[in-house]
């Protein structure tokens, strides 16, 4: 079965090699814009069903499509990825010493058929110093993440503990994911 990935992040990419899934990548390109007030998980599931949806009607009904859409949100308040070197070091600030939550919904779809889940982990940073912040933004790595961090690079230092699937932290909540290819669509996670 042709498996194609509705994303350009190269995490994403990652953690769908590591399950020990082939695939391509297909990039949706689709409006991301969502109602004022949206839920952090009604958000992620939206946009990933957008996603999926939108490279399914360009693939036909044989392949099947993984979309996916993260944020970290504190509370209500979704942080997204950093327009700027100050964006990214308010978000930083704001996660200091504080837990979050990190939401990634996913789309699964094939032929007439689609699963939409989304995948919720707690996070807690350490208190950050203005050094430790500017430090980290020296190194680059905040700026294409959702929250201005990436837990599987330098990130990890800033974070104190997780709660919750660690891969849905990078981007793709493995366990889940592999849950729902083996018992939607027949994918075992370990072939022989």
């Known amino acids: 079965m042709e498996i194609i990935l509705a994303s ?84 930083l600030s704001a996660l200091s010493g504080r837990e979050h939550h990190v939401y990634t919904g996913v789309t699964v779809i094939r032929g007439e058929k689609a699963v939409t889940f989304h995948e919720n982990t707690a996070v807690r940073f350490r208190p950050l110093s203005e050094g430790d912040i500017r430090g980290y933004l020296a190194t680059g790595e905040p700026m294409d993440k959702a929250g201005a961090y990436g837990i599987q690079g330098r990130g990890a230092l800033l974070v104190e503990g997780i709660r919750g699937d660690y891969g849905n932290v990078v981007g793709l909540p493995m366990f889940r994911l592999g849950r729902v290819l083996a018992e939607e669509f027949g994918l075992p996670p370990f072939p022989l």
Do not use: C, N, W, Y
């Not at 392949?63 to 979704?78: N, S």
């Open 8 to 91: 350009q992040s190269p995490r994403r990419r990652e953690l769908l090699a590591q399950m020990g899934l082939t695939f391509r990548v297909h990039v949706s390109d689709v409006d991301e814009t969502v109602a004022p007030g949206t839920p952090p998980a009604q958000m992620v599931e939206e946009l990933s069903r957008r996603k999926g949806a939108a490279v399914a009607a360009l693939e036909g009904p044989e392949p099947l499509v993984i979309a996916a859409d993260t944020v970290v949100a504190i509370g209500d308040t979704i942080l997204g990825k950093p327009h700027s070197p100050e964006d990214a070091f308010a978000m």
